[in-house]
């Protein structure tokens, strides 16, 4: 994101959560942590974060050049890390000479922050994308219920 962008997106983030402040109780740090995220935005590797249903989420990244033995996914508290990396080639590979590089095969590291209630139930890789399958677990304790009036 240009600087331009960042400036507009910041001024319009702003009036939503002045918005929702009004109706909104207990989400301060939601809006917190998005915004830190937004502000170390970083592209690589591209990744899409997609909504199948009220309760199932899937995280794909495209990892073009990467084998599954060369990622690795972690669940720590409410954080999920996906890293990578790759080994340099080796001089028996088929290539002689590389002429030009426009597949990205540099080591990353991308952390996303979960809710409570959000669980990793699989993960596959096919044709070059990792899908991290997600479902929001809520215990009956937490589900709505209704209040009797005396």
């Known amino acids: ?9 910041d001024q319009a983030f702003q009036e939503i959560v002045g918005d929702m402040a009004k109706s909104v109780i207990g989400f301060d740090r ?13 592209s690589y590797p591209p990744y899409n974060v997609e ?4 309760d ?3 995280v794909t990244i495209a990892l ?8 690795e996914i972690t669940k720590v508290l409410n954080w999920l890390t996906i890293s990578g990396s790759v080994e340099e080639a080796t001089e028996d590979t088929e290539v002689t000479e590389l002429l030009h590089q426009g597949i990205a095969r540099r080591a990353f590291e ?7 209630d959000i669980e990793v139930t699989a993960a596959s890789m096919k044709d ?7 479902v929001r677990v809520v215990p009956a304790e937490k589900k709505a219920k209704t209040i009797k009036i005396k």
Not at 51 to 54: I, R
Not at 64 to 71: E, H, L, Q
Not at 110 to 116: D, M, N, P, T, Y
């Open 1 to 9: 994101m240009t600087r331009t962008n960042l400036n507009r997106f």
């Open 30 to 42: 939601v809006f917190d942590g998005f915004r830190s995220a937004i502000g170390t935005y970083d």
């Open 51 to 54: 909504k199948l249903s009220a």
């Open 56 to 58: 199932e989420y899937r």
């Open 64 to 71: 073009a050049g990467f084998k599954k033995s060369d990622i």
């Open 110 to 116: 991308r952390k996303v922050q979960l809710a409570e």
């Open 128 to 134: 070059g994308l990792l899908a991290i399958e997600l």
